[in-house]
């Protein structure tokens, strides 16, 4: 298949593998290029794997044809990841979501926190018998899948009582992975502090922001200073690395376990039903079925005008698409790789949106098409299997 012509084929809704005969640097036989084309320019919801494998054929012919394939890569709107043939990712299906890597190795998962962090309880729920991987922040464990450190990541998105984790909103855009998965969790809080420390003796709490937010009345009622830090098992592991009297911490039954602290109250949430959404992030997508209830998130931005987000949504109700969320959060251009000179006096955003379809499902491809026809920005995060398991 020549080239050019790869990016010029119709797209299959699922992915596609393109072989062809050529490689930019093709020096040895051997030589291929992975394209990884997460969403093409003409049709950003669809997921699209493409490899060109090198060839033997003669020097001429070769060079000639790793020009043409050079000029066609210049202009080509994906990611190009140079590979070797037999390592070609294959993107995992949705019933591929298991505790397992092909060599039989555990699954390497990081999470934000230290060990009895709520995300590393969310790790092992979503990949039972996992490996979990310790990172000090959001951004670091969205690096260590990309540098292929670990397997998966699974961060934390929405809490059904503090409401959105605006900053892995934005590191999703900003960074290249993709959803392949929800897992929900329920997250029960308990007041700890060292042995022999009551609660009468405690000025501060500390926790993260997201845990102390969570227990905002009992706190305010015990009349505690809050104080914020990067996870609920890291406060618990300071409270108890200083023998603090004065600070007690919000967190979990296993930060208590393993830090060797003292549960001064348990349950200490405002509401008894109180769940984070985490989501499952890889480096390639899944396949989007319809043997199961699918998901879809996907982020947009639109032009300025009265209506337009009203139009936006049109394309789900007129279709009977259900949608589960919604978020807005400030555009940066950068970004987007727009430039930044477009000041027309108003904030420009972009909006998350999780809607009950697979990417699968024609109505899903459907909507997307018509959304993109005035969406300045779409691309598809991922379409993967609701977490039923709470319901
Ligand atoms: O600090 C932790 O233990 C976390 O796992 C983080 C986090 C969050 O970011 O929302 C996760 C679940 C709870 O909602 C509280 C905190």
């Known amino acids: 298949m020549a080239a050019s012509s790869i990016a010029r084929s119709p797209v299959n809704p699922i992915v596609r593998h393109v072989i062809c005969r050529a490689s930019p640097s093709d020096h040895l036989s051997k030589t291929s290029l992975t394209i990884h084309g997460h969403y093409p320019k003409r049709c950003r919801h669809v997921p699209l794997l493409a490899s060109l494998h090198g060839d033997t054929t003669r020097n001429n012919d070769r060079n000639a044809q790793a020009l043409e394939l050079q000029r066609v890569l210049d202009d080509f709107p994906y990611d190009v990841i140079p590979n070797d043939p037999t390592m070609l990712p294959t993107p995992l299906s ?61 961060l934390p998105i929405e809490n059904s009582l503090g409401g959105s984790i605006h900053r892995n909103y934005d590191l999703l855009l900003r960074h290249r992975l993709h959803i392949v998965g929800e897992v929900k969790f329920a997250v029960r809080h308990c007041l700890l502090a060292n042995h022999g420390v009551e609660v009468e003796d405690l000025k501060r709490v500390l926790s993260h922001p997201q845990a102390l937010s969570q227990c905002e009345d009992t706190l305010s009622r015990l009349g505690l200073v809050k104080e914020a830090v990067d996870d609920t098992a890291g406060a618990a592991k300071h409270i108890a690395s200083y023998k603090l009297k004065d600070a007690g911490a919000v967190a979990s039954t296993t930060a208590a376990m393993i830090y060797g602290l003292n549960i001064l109250a348990q349950d200490i949430q405002d509401d008894s039903d109180n769940v984070t959404r985490f989501l499952m992030l890889a480096r390639e997508p899944i396949i989007p079925g319809i043997d199961r209830p699918f998901k ?47 000041n027309n006096g108003y904030f420009d955003y972009l909006f998350y949106v999780d809607f009950e379809a697979s990417m699968a499902d024609e109505k899903a491809q459907n909507a997307l098409r018509h959304l993109k026809e005035f969406a300045t920005y779409l691309r598809v995060l991922g379409s993967y299997p609701v977490d039923t398991s709470m319901i």
């Not at 060990?115 to 790790?123: D, T, V």
């Open 94 to 154: 949705s019933t591929q979501l298991s505790n397992s890597v092909s060599d039989g190795s555990r699954v390497r998962v990081a999470y934000q926190g230290v060990p009895g962090a709520y995300s590393e309880s969310a790790a092992e729920k979503a990949y039972p018998n996992c490996e979990a991987v310790p990172c000090e922040q959001f951004d670091t464990a969205f690096e260590a899948v990309e540098k292929w450190l670990v397997d998966r990541a699974v």
């Open 296 to 342: 879809t998130s996907i982020v947009f931005s639109l032009e300025e005008g009265p209506g337009v987000l009203f139009k936006a949504l049109a394309v789900f109700a007129l279709r009977q698409i259900n949608l589960t969320k919604i978020e807005s959060r400030p555009l940066r251009k950068q970004l987007l790789g727009a430039s930044d000179d477009s």
